[in-house]
């Protein structure tokens, strides 16, 4: 493996431990409310619609704020390429404040009330603003790694691949590169899950500033590839 794969493959995992870490986080610290893939919120909708409990109006707000955040990810990323700029790491910069702001706003705050007030409310956007921007990341920028926030398309392509090496169909070299794709990103997220979870028991809000400094590192790793 190159060097630049290397670099490559420690950025995805590095952003697939984030996304597991956060969403975990955030959905056991506001009740319920999916950051990294929003589409979760809409079966938590109807759930609670039935059974008139609380945290609708948060949900029902992440999607366009989610939309929105990966709008402006890519504006920005198509200024900085316009002017010659490779925008990874700004992009990354700018994650790594907003998670930053996740967590200071989610410790002044507290304790934050209804899942519906404006406190949790304003908290919980912040997070999916940052996933958001991770999202956008992904598709705009590092598209040819694997997803690193929403792991059903890798656990699926994973299945099919291992299925296809036990029965010896297929090109077994893309076979191959595929899987080191994907498997990675997909123990990074549940570890990432497993951290989050533990940590926001732990640490309440603070906890947020574990990505934000995972993301800082990246920044480095990603800063070395271009100088390579």
Avoid: Y
Avoid at 6 to 33: C, H, K, M, N, Y
Avoid at 39 to 54: D, K, P, Q, R, Y
Avoid at 57 to 78: E, G, N, Y
Avoid at 160 to 173: A, H, K, S
Wanted: hydrophobic share 60%; net charge positive.
């Amino acid at each position: 493996m190159s060097a630049r794969a290397e670099r490559d493959a420690l950025i995805g995992v590095g952003l697939a431990f984030t996304a597991g870490f956060v969403d975990a986080a955030t959905f056991i610290a506001l009740t319920g409310l999916f950051t990294a893939h929003v589409t979760g919120n809409f079966v938590l909708i109807g759930a609670e619609l039935v059974s008139t409990s609380s945290g609708v109006l948060a949900k029902l707000l992440a999607l366009p704020v989610f939309v929105l955040a990966v709008a402006l990810t890519r504006l920005i990323a198509l200024g900085l390429e316009r002017g010659g700029s490779a925008p990874l790491q700004p992009l990354l910069a700018i994650e790594a404040a907003v998670l930053s702001a996740f967590a200071l706003a989610g410790v002044v705050l507290a304790p934050l009330g209804s899942p519906d007030g404006a406190k949790a409310i304003s908290v919980g956007m912040l997070g999916v603003a940052a996933m958001g921007i991770q999202n956008g990341i992904g598709r705009v920028v590092i598209g040819h790694l694997a997803a690193t926030t929403v792991m059903t398309v890798n656990v699926s392509q994973a299945v099919i691949d291992l299925t296809d090496r036990f029965c010896g169909v297929g090109d077994q070299t893309q076979i191959g590169a595929r899987l080191r794709r994907t498997l990675p990103a997909v123990l990074a997220f549940a570890i990432g899950a497993l951290a989050g979870a533990f940590a926001v028991a732990a640490m309440s809000f603070w906890c947020m500033l574990v990505p934000a400094f995972i993301l800082i590192g990246l920044m480095i790793i990603s800063g070395r590839t271009l100088r390579s």
